[in-house]
């Protein structure tokens, strides 16, 4: 199993993101795909569950209405689109999926106030 994310970066409060997971070496359609962040001094947090049929679930109150989750199949590829981001989100972004505890290596986001 292979999770690699990408699309982190330093942006402005009130900018847009899109995070991005590539899957590989496991049948991308069948797992339900998790999106985490974890801040500095912070305990991991899980902010977005993408089901097989791309229902985005499990959104804590901090990013609904902020945050949303997708994903293609025919690219192994789950998505986290963040909007009106805000300096508390900033933090590492990990997708998880694919095994019970397969992890990528993580996406950095940084918001500025």
């Known amino acids: 199993v292979q999770l690699v994310e990408s699309g982190g970066g330093l942006v402005q409060a009130g900018d847009s993101l899109t995070l991005s997971c590539v899957a590989s070496?496991?049948?991308?359609?069948?797992?339900?795909m998790m999106w985490y962040r974890r801040a500095t001094g912070k305990e991991r947090e899980l902010v977005a569950r993408i089901t097989t049929n791309g229902d985005t679930t499990n959104l804590p109150d901090s990013v609904k209405g902020r945050f949303t989750g997708s994903r293609d199949n025919a690219k192994s590829t789950v998505y986290l689109q963040m909007n009106d981001l805000k300096p508390e989100d900033t933090a590492m972004y990990y997708c998880?999926?694919?095994?019970?505890?397969?992890w990528g290596q993580g996406t950095q986001v940084t918001v500025s106030s």
């Open positions: 070496g496991f049948d991308f359609d069948i797992w339900n």
């Open positions: 998880k999926g694919g095994c019970l505890n397969c």
